[in-house]
Nanobody, 123 residues
Framework: VQLQASGGGLVQAGGSLRLSCTASGGTFSIHTMSWYRQAPGKQRELVAAISSGGVEHYADSGKGRFTISRDNAKSTVFLQMNSLKPEDTAVYYC??????????????????WGQGTLVTVSS
């Protein structure tokens, strides 16, 4: 599975961005899709995940501000980010997962990753 993320950019605090990630080379609909982010000097962290059945999971940092969605017909997952804060500045990575352990939204060694798109939120 190949993942191509886009939509990052520079935005002022309080603004919005919509990230997109298009998948190819696999059956998109059966994969759990997620967005992760990594800020400078910090570990990569989960932002949001959506299961093949459309169940959503959010990290506390994005609850109420971020919305993940998917369009299986277009093999694309989206992350709508509203009320952005400077602390949201990071490289955002798209992730695809078919096999998972006890928690479907947790990272595994068999995950597929996109190249990342930079989001910068200015204060």
């Amino acid at each position: 599975v190949q993942l191509q993320a886009s939509g990052g950019g520079l935005v002022q605090a309080g603004g919005s961005l919509r990230l997109s990630c298009t998948a190819s080379g696999g059956t998109f609909s059966i994969h759990t899709m997620s967005w992760y982010r990594q800020a400078p000097g910090k570990q990569r962290e989960l932002v949001a995940a959506i299961s093949s059945g459309g169940v959503e999971h959010y990290a506390d940092s994005g609850k109420g501000r971020f919305t993940i969605s998917r369009d299986n017909a277009k093999s694309t997952v989206f992350l709508q980010m509203n009320s952005l804060k400077p602390e949201d500045t990071a490289v955002y990575y798209c992730n695809a997962r078919r096999m998972y352990g006890s928690k479907w939204y947790e990272e595994t060694e068999s995950d597929y990753w996109g190249q990342g798109t930079l989001v910068t939120v200015s204060s």
